[in-house]
C-alpha cells in the first residue's frame, strides 16, 4: 500500500513577534534633586522604567523615604538644595560614576514686585542660576562625558501679567543661562524644561480651594484637551536624558497654552 503525504496549505508561518526596544536608560545613573514629590518623583519612576538606578534627595526625610520605597531608589539624601555646603556634600559622599542631573528644587515667587524687599529680589532673581551652577560644579566631576543637567524653567510666567510679579524676569533668564553653561560644560548636555500649568502637589498648594476651577478651565482651553501632568513632563526629561544631540536648549511644555492665552 502506498503511503500520501499530507500537501495542506496552512498559510505563511506567523510573523516573529517584534523585538522589545532596548531601555533607554539600561545601567545609567539618573540623580532627582528634589524627587521626592511631582515631576521630580514622576522622572524616577519613568528613568526606572527605562533601565536607570536613581538617587532621590528631599528635604523632607519622611516623603522621600516613601518616594525612594515607591520607586526602589538606589540612595537617598535629605537636605536643603539651596544649601550649597549641604549640596557640595552630597555630591562629594555620591559614589560615580553618575549619568543625569534633574533639578526640580524650588519654585517661582509670585507676588506684587513692590512688596518684595532687596533681599526677596535678589533670592528670586538669582535663585535658580545660582542652584544651576552650584549643581553643575559640584556635579560634573561624577558625571560621564555624555551626562546631561535638566533644569526647570516657567513657560506660563513668561508673559507679563497682573499677578505674576519678578516671576516673568526669572522666566526670562533661564534660556540663555542653559545654552551658556551648556557651551562651557560641552560635550556633557544642559538643557531646561519650562512648563506651564501642572497637576502637581505645588499647584495645589499656590491654587489652593481654586485647584478645581483652574483644572477645569484650562481642560476646556488647552488644545490639547486636558491639563498638563507630572508624566507629561517626566516622558520628556527622560527623552532629554536619552536623545545626546539636545542640548543648550528650554522647551516648553504648556499643551499649548501660550496658543490660547
Do not use: C, W
Not at 498559510?11 to 511631582?38: K, T, Y
Not at 506660563?156 to 560644560?185: H, K, Q, T, W, Y
Not at 495645589?204 to 488647552?222: K, N, W
Request: no cysteine; aromatic share 4%; proline share 8%.
Amino acid at each position: 500500500m502506498t503511503g500520501t503525504t499530507d500537501t495542506t496549505d496552512t498559510g505563511p508561518a506567523p510573523a516573529p513577534a517584534p523585538a522589545r526596544p532596548e531601555p533607554a536608560l539600561r545601567g545609567q545613573v539618573v540623580v532627582l534633586i528634589g524627587g521626592s514629590s511631582g515631576i521630580g518623583l514622576e522622572t524616577a519612576h519613568r528613568a526606572r522604567g527605562e533601565g536607570a538606578e536613581v538617587v532621590l534627595t528631599g528635604r523632607n526625610p519622611d516623603r522621600l523615604k516613601r518616594a525612594a520605597d515607591a520607586v526602589g531608589a538606589r540612595q537617598t539624601a535629605a537636605f536643603d538644595a539651596t544649601d550649597a555646603a549641604a549640596l557640595k556634600q552630597f555630591f562629594g559622599d555620591l559614589p560615580g560614576p553618575i549619568d543625569h542631573v534633574m533639578v526640580t528644587a524650588g519654585g517661582p515667587h509670585y507676588g506684587p514686585l513692590l512688596t518684595m524687599d532687596s533681599a526677596q529680589l535678589r533670592d528670586s532673581l538669582s535663585g535658580h542660576v545660582e542652584l544651576g551652577l552650584e549643581v553643575a560644579r559640584n556635579a560634573l566631576g561624577k558625571m560621564r562625558p555624555t551626562g546631561t543637567l535638566i533644569f526647570m524653567g516657567d513657560a506660563g510666567s513668561r508673559r507679563v501679567a497682573p499677578g505674576i510679579g519678578i516671576a516673568s524676569a526669572v522666566s526670562a533668564v533661564m534660556p540663555p543661562f542653559v545654552a551658556a553653561l551648556a557651551l562651557e560644560i560641552a560635550p556633557a548636555r544642559v538643557n531646561a524644561i519650562a512648563p506651564g500649568f501642572v497637576d502637581t502637589p505645588l499647584s495645589a498648594s499656590v491654587l489652593a480651594d481654586r485647584l478645581d476651577a483652574r483644572r477645569a478651565e484650562l481642560s476646556a482651553q488647552l488644545p490639547i484637551g486636558r491639563v498638563v501632568t507630572p508624566g507629561d513632563v517626566a516622558a520628556l526629561a527622560v527623552h532629554l536624558m536619552a536623545n545626546t544631540a539636545l542640548t543648550g536648549v528650554t522647551y516648553d511644555i504648556d499643551g499649548g497654552q501660550q496658543l490660547v492665552s
